[in-house]
């Protein structure tokens, strides 16, 4: 198993809503690699967040990487909308609807790196067809729809499958975790394969005096 160097995913989820473009800020200054976006409808996840909009507004508070996960379906119709908000990664849902190879298209078609995104109930032969076209692969460590949620065990076993098929593919794919990740989780989940861990609560909640030592403590 090769593991590439850990990249820490700052969920502005768990942020203030009312400082959201000074938390994006602080997150960057203190050492994330990269900004999650959590995008949800209220329809694929049982849960609203935020649009296009408030991605672009943000856009200009930080250089880094904007990593965003798209919990919606469908997905195709709003793809332009977040590339155009600035979006570098977007990610969308193998559950989000039938034709997953057509969404991914049109993310690269719209100048962004494409991600797909598996439930933990979704085995992970649903993402094997589609390794050659993925720039990432993101595993949910929790039902996904709430900030906040412990993390499902079970999921490290998932973690490692998808790890020995991204290094049978030979290609540069990311592993992305996302859900209750915290300093051992996220050990847990690196030593599975994992090599970018989102993390909200474990970052946001000590606020920002303590944002750095906890993005230090979940890169290990």
Excluded: W
């Excluded at 057509?102 to 085995?123: D, E, F, S, V």
């Excluded at 589609?130 to 949620?149: A, H, K, R, S, W």
């Excluded at 996220?186 to 005096?209: K, W």
């Amino acid at each position: 198993m090769s593991t590439p160097n850990i990249k820490v995913a700052a969920s502005v989820l768990a942020a203030r809503f009312d400082k959201l473009g000074e938390e994006v800020r602080a997150v960057d200054k203190a050492g994330a690699d990269h900004i999650h976006l959590d995008v949800m409808d209220g329809h694929f996840v049982p849960n609203i967040s935020f649009g296009a909009s408030v991605i672009k507004s943000l856009r200009s508070c930080s250089d880094k990487i904007f990593d965003v996960h798209l919990m919606i379906a469908p997905v195709d119709p709003f793809i332009e909308a977040f590339a155009a908000a600035g979006a570098d990664i977007i990610t969308a849902h193998v559950e989000a609807g039938p034709h997953t190879h057509r969404t991914i298209q049109a993310i690269k078609h719209a100048g962004c790196k494409a991600g797909l995104a598996l439930n933990p109930g979704t085995p992970v032969e649903a993402v094997e067809p589609l390794m050659d076209d993925l720039d990432l692969v993101l595993v949910m460590t929790v039902n996904p729809g709430f900030g906040g949620q412990s993390f499902i065990e079970s999921t490290l076993r998932k973690v490692a499958k998808v790890r020995e098929m991204i290094d049978r593919s030979g290609r540069e794919i990311d592993l992305e975790v996302d859900g209750g990740i915290n300093p051992s989780t996220a050990a847990r989940c690196v030593a599975a394969g994992a090599n970018v861990l989102v993390a909200g609560t474990a970052i946001f909640g000590g606020g920002p005096q303590r944002y750095a030592a906890e993005i230090a403590a979940i890169r290990g």
